[in-house]
């Protein structure tokens, strides 16, 4: 493994780990990124499809969109890397803190058997009323007639629950805290160009800042002090599993007080 951990360090019962995954993270299982080579800003234009002023002007064309990317999604399963973050969660829950936000709308993690995932940019699992901004589960595909039964709300009224260029993502009254507060900071999977998300691992006070990718050209200027290049089912599993031993030695030789 790449990563020293004994650069570990942190104060009092119980270490907080924060983990930040992108569409790096499931595209092995075959939900297309955004940003690469073939990613779908490639073949589309984010302010005609993906903006708060698309759905505004062009509301079915953007729901036509969403209806594609959910349907293409449901039958994507967890790859090793989401099973390593769930098993990495329920592995340390008696002693270690881990907050997983995702910038993904999937629900890999959740599949994977994940207890707490956050969705940063939203879910395809959860819809929202545009009329009271109720958000409630989501029930087949998008489409103008759909009705929000609790406020009655109609045409077009009913929108995935997805951040949408022009909107402030989910949590970022809470996020900062935390980020503060961790003593690993773990990016995987993400360009590291959409903000606010880009400047999280700023955010942090830890020495312990490790970014996995592909892509060597990541993150080249930031303040990660590991990098680890490779595909995220092999490079995350042994890097979480390292870290969980890590941590319980630590622990163990912690003198009581």
């Not at 499931?26 to 080579?37: H, L, M, N």
């Not at 969705?119 to 959860?126: I, M, S």
């Not at 819809?127 to 009271?132: D, G, L, M, N, P």
């Amino acid at each position: 493994m790449e990563v020293n951990f004994k650069e570990l360090t942190f104060k009092g019962e119980r270490p907080l780990v924060f983990i930040l995954s992108g569409a790096g993270l499931s595209a092995e299982s075959g939900i297309p990124t955004f940003r690469d080579a073939n990613g779908l800003w490639r073949k589309y234009d984010p302010k005609e499809l993906a903006s708060i002023g698309a759905l505004e002007r062009h509301t079915q064309d953007v729901f036509d969109f969403y209806n594609e990317r959910i349907k293409n999604a449901e039958p994507c399963r967890p790859n090793a890397a989401h099973i390593a973050i769930a098993e990495f969660q329920k592995d340390v829950a008696a002693f270690c803190d881990v907050i997983h936000v995702t910038q993904n709308v999937d629900n890999l993690n959740e599949l994977a058997g994940s207890p707490r995932v956050f969705h940063l940019h939203g879910d395809f699992q959860t819809s929202q009323c545009r009329k009271c901004k109720k958000t409630f589960p989501r029930i087949g595909f998008y489409q103008r007639e759909q009705v929000y039964p609790d406020c009655g709300a109609n045409n077009f009224a009913v929108r995935p629950n997805v951040v949408l260029f022009g909107e402030i993502p989910y949590g970022m009254d809470w996020i900062p805290s935390y980020l503060k507060k961790a003593c690993v900071f773990i990016s995987v999977g993400t360009s590291g160009t959409v903000y606010p998300a880009a400047d999280f691992v700023r955010e942090t006070k830890v020495s312990l800042r490790i970014n996995l990718d592909l892509d060597p050209l990541i993150h080249p200027y930031s303040k990660f002090n590991h990098r680890v290049y490779g595909k995220c089912t092999e490079t995350l599993p042994p890097l979480l599993d390292e870290l969980k031993k890590e941590l319980i030695t630590r622990l163990k030789e912690k003198p009581a007080e």
